[in-house]
Every structure is written in C-alpha cells, then in structure tokens.
C-alpha cells in the first residue's frame, strides 16, 4: 500500500531517541511522503530541520494551535509563519478552535485562527485546522476563508457531517486518524460523505495510534492501518485508497512541485 501521512507531530521529543527508525518503518510501510506539523514557531523551526534532512520525504508546516492562542504575538508570530512559508513550508497550521477546554480563551483562539487564514490567503497557503466543539465559529470562518480562495482540511476530523459538507462545499478536504478504527467509532456515515478527492489520512502520531496498536506511541507506518478501515467503511479496496490519499495530499499541499523545485537546485 502507498499513503502519504498528512498530519504528523514528527518533530517532537517523543521521537528524539529513534527517529531515523521510525521514517524506516513509515518507508517500508508504504509512505511517500510525511507531513511535519509545526503547530508553534519553534515547533515550525525542529520541523524544517528534519526537511533539510530527509527532502522529497519530510514537508513540514508552520502555525499557532489554538492551544497556544493565549500567548499569539500577532503580527510578530504571522510574521514567522509567514518566513516559513518562504522558506518551504507547505500550509500554515495547526491552527483552528477548541472550545474544549477554557483555559484559552474564545476571542483569542478567534483572532489568531482569523490571523493565520488572512495569511493563507495572501500567500495563496493550504491550511491546517484542528476543530473541537466550536463548529458554529468554525463553520462561519471556515466558509468565509474558502469564499476567500482559501484551500484547506479539517484534520483529525470528527465532527458532524454538516460542519464537514460546508467545507466541502467551499473546496477543503476532511482528513481521517486512527480514531476510526477505535471500537467506540460509529460514524462510518461521515466517512463515505467525503469525495474521493478531498480524503485524506493522517497519523497525528504520537497521538491517537489506530487498532491493533492504540495504546502505542503512534508513527506514521500505521496509517496503513487507518487507511484500511477507511476502505471498509467505504466500500473500495485498501491499495487504491491509499493511492487516493496519496494523491490528494499532493494536490492539497502541492508536494510535487516542491520536490519538483528541490530536484531543479
């Protein structure tokens, strides 16, 4: 089977002592390719240094999680976004709403995410976002942005399909992780409501590690597994899923014409 993994926390401590081991795996498990998420700056700047090491294999990506909302700089943190970008960066995030918790508050998640999207639009940047129980403000923003031009994915997506059809609707792709494959999963419906040219699948590794590995420290060679269960629930076979995946994530991030730019240097 062949994927690309589209949301990979791979810059991370949890992956300091066997890294070089892991992308083995993710290679021999069929990864063309791993997306690096850098959900803060200095997430942003250990994941650019893993591109430098493995390029045309790793891309990575530069935002404020909303987690992090409370502390944005604004235009200081736009700004290095923005530098990422420039130097290879392939969407802006992770960046979005989580009503979850109130330890950040809601106005302040609002101006960053509404900060990062001005941005994805003026550079013309695919973007990342992680939603969670805000779907009314997501929804809202999220259609303003695509009416804007702006291109992204719902990721680790479990919300309702109203939320994901809307931004269908204006352009964006809604991307899957392990937790469809967790027995408490029920929603094969939300699912098979996603094009087959807007799904996308994701590790989020090291979070969220898919039967038969959950409990795990997640990688990105068990999105096979992920991508499985998503061919069951929607009727197609594994390998050609995976193709599929694999090609949307290029498209999304335009992952072949940078490898095509860092062939050219």
Not at 28 to 56: K, N, W
Not at 103 to 127: I, K, M, S
Not at 191 to 214: C, N, T
Request: proline content about 4%.
């Amino acid at each position: 089977m062949r994927f690309i993994d589209s949301h990979c926390h791979l810059a991370g401590p949890e992956f300091d002592a066997d890294r070089d081991e892991v992308l083995q795996r993710a290679r021999e498990a069929g990864a063309e390719a791993i997306v690096c998420i850098g959900e803060s700056i200095a997430a942003a700047d250990r994941a650019e240094q893993l591109v430098a090491a493995h390029p045309g294999f790793i891309f990575h990506t530069a935002g404020i999680h909303p987690y992090d909302a409370a502390g944005f700089r604004g235009d200081d943190d736009v700004a290095a976004i923005d530098a990422h970008l420039a130097r290879g960066a392939v969407a802006v995030g992770e960046c979005g709403l989580d009503y979850s918790y109130e330890h950040v508050p809601r106005e302040r998640q609002r101006e960053a995410f509404a900060a990062q999207l001005a941005l994805a639009a003026r550079r013309e940047a695919p973007v990342i976002v992680h939603t969670r129980q805000a779907e009314d403000d997501t929804r809202a923003m999220v259609v303003e942005a695509g009416a804007a031009g702006v291109r992204g994915v719902l990721h680790c997506y479990t919300g309702s399909i109203a939320l994901a059809e809307a931004a269908l609707d204006v352009g964006w792709y809604v991307s899957f992780s392990g937790i469809v494959t967790f027995n408490k999963w029920t929603d094969d419906a939300l699912v098979r409501v996603v094009p087959d040219d807007r799904i996308l699948a994701e590790s989020d590794a090291p979070y969220l590690a898919p039967v038969p590995r959950r409990g795990k420290r997640n990688e990105p060679a068990w999105v096979a597994h992920t991508v499985a269960r998503l061919a069951e629930a929607r009727g197609v076979e594994a390998r050609a899923l995976g193709a599929r995946v694999a090609a949307n994530a290029r498209a999304l991030f335009r992952l072949g014409e940078l490898s095509h730019r860092e062939r050219a240097v």
